[in-house]
């Protein structure tokens, strides 16, 4: 397992959602949700301005549903349907990220214990440097959120907030970037 980088790259990193789908989120705690959808927009909003790759999953949609509204709207393409707990496991999304070339995964969705864990477990398994957005990630209860971080981290990846990845890879203040991504945390 390699050693995680604790500093991103913008040409080695791609951002990941994972799940955040309408049948799900009415069991996620309001105020966790809320914050959620805050940070997975910020996340894909500074994405898109900094030429990042962005890849997003339903799980069982037909069970589940769509992702949200508000989420999908500021993806550049839809989400890739899978049925495996982790996207790792899942060919067809693990051949779109190879595709990207990107190394460095930053990771946002739910359920933090079930498929944030182990698709985290199965990236750095393969050689990815993962890092997690905890304030980006919700399960129902926040004790599961807490394990699923803590074995997020056991796994080998960085536990990080959506806010530390965004100013890490916009790197310095007073550019056009900042200024058009640094609104999307208010």
């Given amino acids: 397992?390699?050693?995680?980088?604790l500093k991103l790259?913008?040409?080695?990193?791609?951002?990941?959602?994972?799940?955040?789908?309408?049948?799900l989120t009415p069991a996620m705690p309001p105020e966790t949700l809320a914050r959620v959808v805050k940070y997975t927009r910020a996340l894909a909003g500074a994405a898109k301005e900094l030429g990042l790759p962005i890849l997003a999953t339903e799980q069982y949609p037909k069970g589940l549903g769509p992702l949200l509204p508000e989420v999908r709207e500021?993806?550049?393409?839809p989400?890739?349907?899978?049925?495996h707990f982790s996207c790792g496991a899942d060919p067809a999304f693990a051949a779109a990220l190879e595709k990207t070339g990107r190394?460095?995964?930053v990771v946002c969705g739910m359920e933090t214990h079930v498929c944030v864990f182990q698709t985290v477990r199965d990236l750095v398994a393969m050689g990815y440097e993962v890092h997690v957005c905890a304030d980006a990630v919700s399960s129902r209860t926040e004790e599961h959120r807490q394990v699923g971080l803590e074995l997020c981290?056991?796994?080998g990846?960085?536990?990080t907030t959506a806010e530390t990845a965004i100013f890490d890879l916009l790197h310095?203040?007073?550019?056009?970037?900042f200024k058009k991504v640094s609104p999307l945390l208010k």
Avoid: F, G, H, N
């Avoid at 790259?9 to 049948?23: G, H, K």
């Avoid at 989400?79 to 049925?83: D, S």
């Avoid at 310095?172 to 970037?177: G, P, S």
């Fill in 79 to 83: 989400p890739l349907e899978k049925v």
């Fill in 103 to 105: 190394r460095q995964i």
């Fill in 172 to 177: 310095r203040a007073a550019t056009d970037e």
């Fill in 157 to 159: 990846a960085v536990v």
């Fill in 74 to 77: 500021v993806l550049p393409s």
């Fill in 9 to 23: 790259d913008r040409a080695r990193t791609a951002v990941l959602v994972v799940d955040i789908q309408s049948r």
């Fill in 153 to 155: 981290r056991e796994a």
């Fill in 1 to 5: 397992m390699p050693t995680p980088k």
